[in-house]
Nanobody, 119 residues
Framework: QVHLVESGGGSVQAGGSLRLSCAAS????????MGWFRQAPGKEREFVAG???FYADSVKGRFTISRDNAKNTVYLQMNSLKPEDTAVYYC?????????????????WGQGTQVTVSS
């Protein structure tokens, strides 16, 4: 069982940066593959980043996913933010590799943190 709590969201102007954190409970955090998703109003939840090097095309080169197993935490560094990045951002955990984009393959989800980018 893994409990995930996101933090670090907020409001920023276009071109700015934010770093999201996702703290996980449980002693088996290092066993999980972690990912980030986002959901904008009126849209489906979409994949953003996963593992250590896999990114959606829309964020490639601007976002970086990383993790610190000693702190049971995964991060999402977001640079050069655009208004279209505005969404609720969720971290998610899965035990097995597969289709990064398939939400159903993730076993645990956080409650989300709001990111708002103004132009």
């Amino acid at each position: 069982q893994v409990h995930l709590v996101e933090s670090g969201g907020g409001s920023v102007q276009a071109g700015g940066s934010l770093r999201l954190s996702c703290a996980a409970s449980g002693r088996t955090f290092s066993s999980y593959i972690m990912g980030w998703f986002r959901q904008a109003p009126g849209k489906e939840r979409e994949f953003v980043a996963g593992g250590s090097t896999f990114y959606a095309d829309s964020v490639k080169g601007r976002f970086t996913i990383s993790r610190d197993n000693a702190k049971n935490t995964v991060y999402l560094q977001m640079n050069s933010l655009k208004p279209e990045d505005t969404a609720v951002y969720y971290c998610a955990a899965r035990l097995y590799a597969g289709n990064w984009y398939n939400r159903d393959e993730y076993d645990y989800w956080g409650q989300g943190t709001q990111v708002t980018v103004s132009s």
